[in-house]
């Protein structure tokens, strides 16, 4: 396998990783974007552990991921009180204020980031984190847990009504969604070598909603899905790699009017068109299937 | 007493939504709630259920206040209830949603509540719609998934909110069917908001009128009926 594929092939888990995150906070009701930021301080966690902290990589992940697993339902918490657009945004508000706060600090880089991170993510690395996600994301969604998440999704009152304690199941997917996406930043640090505050900016979060979007809402495939078809698309078409944003949003404006349900969706229509069912009976994802 | 409700209030801002209103449902009893749109019967449903708070009163079940439970833990305590506007999972099938509906109550295995969920299936005679998602269903037949959603938990008392709204007389007789025959089973209490006051009074041992966010009148359904509050209250003059 060429190095160009072998580095697309890590993108493509890296971002199916902050993808899932993002996926599993939509999946409850929760549209957060504060993966995008988690992804952030993970990749700090792993510049500042090599250049600063004087620790091994080992060490910089844990204390990333137990700093996301403890702060990640705090980031969550606004939920109880807002929802919709009005939680994306304050979630990306948080977002901004990482960006902003290493930026400023001198202690981070500022402006400049940080340079000579080791680079120690490789492909098998990157895979075996991914399955390690997909596996929670499979654990939160299916069985009890599954229906629970999906109805908090679908209408938060009802699900309240059917004894789903709607909070606190965001407050954990907070948690686990904000575990895998600082596990994906700091993969991400691991990978290019440095970090600089404009990696992590709206630019990625953008990225990232087209990636769930593409792929298909409602499903942890889906994410996976979109974010390595978003990630390999820039392989097919050079000419556009300047264009990315703008094509992300066509991309977008054209999936959301042309295919609501996604990729997923997609791929699910085409293996009913090759295996005969009663269409009614049918889901619209291929989570759901997953899920019984 | 089953369920007490003594003085409860509502307040929207300036606007008083509900004032004042008591009343009690007994074990095992079919309490019919009436009144005009706008007249608090809503409102009162989601204070009783706790996904509104009161702005005052109390609430008991079984004589222990349960007015600042969370909602989600109420059926836990045996209550359940249906919605006005049909309120059904649309991504999820219809064995799903009543599998929802009974998981919280009973920890139990897959396996166990299954065997749970085929008897409600059978039950509402859903067999053949089962794997299909509600959005493929009649209006009545969604109906019937969502009082069974409501019924999975074995709840001790149940709220329906308009489950006749949008049913032709041949349907809201066989939900009334469905209930009584269930309430035999059970002993489960009921109270059920709606406009079809013919099949209200049909299925109902007493009834409350609320008019303007106040009760009215309270007792057998001719004289609540004949009441002048609530005939005025009903057609907006003296009759």
Known sequence: ?292 | MLLEASSLRRTFGGLVAVDDVSFGVGQGEILGMVGANGSGKTTCLNMLTRLLPASGGAMRIDGRDYGRTPPHQLIRQGIARTFQNLRLFKDLTVRENITLGCQARHRESEAALRRRVDALIEMGDLQRQQDLLPASLPYGTQRIVEIARALAAEPRLVFLDEPFAGMSSEEARGICDLLLGLRRKTGMALVIVDHNVEVLTGIAERLVALAEGRLVAEGQAAAVLSDPTVIRSYVGADV
């Open chain 1, 1 to 292: 396998m060429g190095a160009e594929w072998t580095a697309t092939l890590m993108l493509c888990g890296i971002y199916s990783m902050t993808a899932i995150a993002t996926q599993l906070g939509m999946m409850c009701g929760a549209f957060s974007l504060a993966p995008i930021g988690w992804m952030a301080i993970g990749a700090y966690a792993a510049a500042l552990g090599a250049t600063r902290w004087m620790v091994g990589g080992f060490e910089a992940l844990l204390i990333a991921l137990a700093v996301a697993a403890l702060l990640g339902p705090v980031v969550m918490l606004p939920v109880r009180r807002i929802s919709g657009l009005y939680f994306a945004l304050v979630s990306l508000a948080f977002v901004l204020v990482i960006q902003s706060v290493v930026s400023h600090l001198e202690y981070t880089g500022g402006a400049l980031g940080i340079f000579g991170v080791p680079l120690d993510t490789d492909l098998p690395v990157v895979v075996a984190a991914l399955v390690l996600s997909a596996a929670a994301a499979a654990f939160l969604s299916s069985g009890r847990r599954g229906r629970a998440l999906r109805a908090a999704g679908q209408d938060a009152i009802v699900a309240q009504a059917m004894g789903v304690d709607v909070f606190r199941l965001q407050l954990a997917v907070g948690a686990v969604g904000a575990v895998i996406a600082a596990a994906s930043g700091f993969l991400y640090a691991g990978y290019i070598g440095y970090v600089d505050p404009t990696q992590f900016g709206f630019s990625l979060v953008v990225q990232i909603i087209v990636m769930v979007i593409v792929g298909g809402r409602g499903s942890w495939v889906g994410a996976i899905i979109g974010a390595c078809f978003i990630t390999m698309l820039p392989l097919v078409l050079r000419p556009l790699a300047e264009w990315r944003d703008v094509f992300n949003g066509a991309l977008l404006i054209a999936v959301v009017l042309l295919l609501p349900g996604g990729l997923v969706e997609m791929a699910k229509l085409t293996l009913r068109r090759a295996r005969p069912a009663p269409a009614a009976a049918l889901r619209p994802s291929l989570a759901n299937e997953e899920s019984r």
